[in-house]
């Protein structure tokens, strides 16, 4: 039984990093320094193996691995979520029953991808995952896999235990559209880190991102703002946060989110897996050197 509904799922959720060694190892021992580190924030919740964590890179007992390291290391202080998404649906639905028995709270998954496959087969694929966990499913919506219209989150989120969406899309309208057509129970996620502000805006309920792992204390100091109705004030957060999210930008987003884990914040997350950029030492500093700057320039 999960410890969490997706109605306490709210606030900062870091989807969290893989950790990787030198040898492009899985460590868990540096799964548990990420877990540990980010517990420690007031954070909403977790959300694993998704595209910020290199699941798609990871074989099934590596992403085993990981979703379990993690979630004993949490110990219920936070809710998990465990991306379950795989090429083909027996894959993915081994993948969710595992992490229902491993202790997650929620399952999400991107559409089936690769292949373009009919709007019949995509929910087929999110209602055999539903039966396959018993858990919540957050569908993730995100350009990467190829974005669903409005129209088929409607049919989506019809499905018997579909109980939420990821929406990583700038079309922030639609996060109304969606609660009207599917209750005010129907939990959104807001995905894009640079539109946090706007994302909570227009109604969803909490905010699943990347650069959480690094930036989680102003995300969290914005998530406040905006619950203590201080636009002005989530507004100025925003614009800070989004001047260092520009700066990652500017690199390979999960190598320099390492990187500067490790510098910044002394957390030691490894390295990502190839074909993903591995910096050498002086592109590294360069790196460090731009993040520190801007950070300097905003008194942080
Ligand atoms: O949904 C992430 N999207 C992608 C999650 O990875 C494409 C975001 O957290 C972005 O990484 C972030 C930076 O652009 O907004």
Redesign the pocket.
């Known amino acids: 039984m999960p410890k969490f509904s997706l109605k306490q799922i709210s606030g900062v959720v870091p989807?969290m990093l893989s950790t990787f060694g030198e040898d492009e190892k899985l460590d868990l021992k540096r799964a548990r320094a990420l877990t540990s580190h980010l517990c420690e924030k007031k954070i909403g919740g977790l959300y694993l193996t998704?595209?910020?964590g290199e699941g798609f890179m990871m074989t099934a007992e590596e992403r085993k691995a990981f979703v379990e390291a993690v979630i004993d290391e949490v110990d219920g202080r936070v809710p998990v979520i465990v991306h379950a998404g795989a090429i083909s649906t027996a894959a993915s639905e081994d993948l969710a029953r595992h992490a229902a028995k491993a202790g997650a709270d929620a399952i999400s998954s991107v559409p089936p991808i690769y292949w373009r496959f009919s709007d019949d087969s995509i929910a087929g694929y999110y209602a055999d995952l539903v039966q396959a966990a018993g858990l919540p499913m957050i569908v993730?919506n995100?350009?990467?896999a190829g974005l669903v219209s409005f129209e088929m989150i409607r049919r989506l989120g019809a499905i018997d235990g579909v109980e939420g969406i990821?929406y990583?899309s700038t079309t922030h309208y639609d996060m109304f559209r969606i609660k009207e057509a599917l209750g005010e129970d129907f939990r959104v996620y807001s995905?894009?880190?640079?539109?946090a502000v706007s994302g909570l805006a227009f109604g969803s309920d909490g905010i699943?991102?990347?650069?959480?792992n690094l930036l989680a204390d102003l995300f969290i100091r914005l998530d406040e703002q905006m619950k203590a109705g201080d636009l002005a004030g989530a507004e100025r957060t925003q614009k800070e946060a989004n001047r260092l999210?520009f700066c990652?930008?500017r690199y390979d987003?999960l190598p320099a989110l390492k990187l500067l884990l490790k510098s910044e914040e002394n957390v030691d997350a490894g390295i990502c897996r190839r074909p993903f950029t591995r910096y050498a030492p002086d592109q590294q500093a360069e790196i460090i050197a731009d993040f520190r700057g801007i950070k300097r320039e905003l008194g942080l």
């Open positions: 989807a998704g595209s910020t993730y995100i350009a990467l990821k990583t995905g894009s880190d640079e539109m699943i991102g990347s650069t959480y999210i990652l930008l987003l």
